[in-house]
């Protein structure tokens, strides 16, 4: 089921994807997904977004049904254009964060405000959020959500996007193991 709510940073419409049927009352598995263009819908090698929004959906069918939240935040809230901006200077040899700065951003743009007021809409105050960035998951609970466990969600490690994961573990503290990621994978 798809929930969408009007409004929010510069009047976008964000989408609650509802799997299954969660316990809203209860503990909720959520993720919350900031939408990547090229990862989500043309399976970029540059990054993992894509693999996290299928196997964030995948779990939470899994966990017996969840919510994701679908942010219109592109290029961790910088939008398409810088980030394909930013594409030109990582082909140069810059990390995901030091591109950002040459543009003028920080290394994460993103707000949840949305998410939040959309899980309150929702009516839910509890989750389990589905997530390796501890950033995201102190956002929440500074906006009263209650985290109350987080779930790993991984993609495919690729020669294209290995050292961007470990530009978000080294750089941005998401909770990536990438050796160990790697060392699964053969």
Known sequence: EF?????????????AVIVGNPDLAGIVPVRVHSSCLTGDLFGSLKCDCGDQLRHGLRTLKELGGGILLYLDQEG???????????????HEGLDTIDADAQLGFGADER?????????????V???QLLTNNPTKVQHLRNAGIEVLGCVPVTGEITAENE????????????????????????
């Open 125 to 127: 105050q509890r989750i």
């Open 76 to 90: 961790r809230g910088t939008g398409i254009a810088a980030k394909m901006r930013a594409y030109g200077y990582q």
């Open 163 to 186: 050292q961007y994961l470990r530009t978000k573990a080294a750089r941005a503290g998401h909770q990536l193991d990438v050796d160990a990621l790697i060392m699964a994978a053969q």
């Open 111 to 123: 707000r949840y405000g949305s998410a939040v007021a959309m899980l309150r809409a929702l009516g």
């Open 3 to 15: 929930a969408v709510f009007r409004g929010g940073v510069a009047q976008r419409d964000q989408v």
